[in-house]
């Protein structure tokens, strides 16, 4: 016989469980160059800068 619940799950308990589940809205800020939006902690990927410098060598390439 497999792992069986003890207790049967209420629709309640179920629907309190999820209250907390939802979607959120990815953090996005604005790159201080060229003020095209970006994630934070990344590098730009419209003029590859971080922290104010360059750090690929052509804009757009981020391999
Ligand atoms: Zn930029």
Redesign the pocket.
Known sequence: MPAVPRKKRTKNRIGKRRASQRLTAPAFTS?P??H?P?MPHMV?P????YNGRFVTSEPGDLA
């Open positions: 790159c160059r060229c095209a970006k730009c419209s003029c590859g800068t």
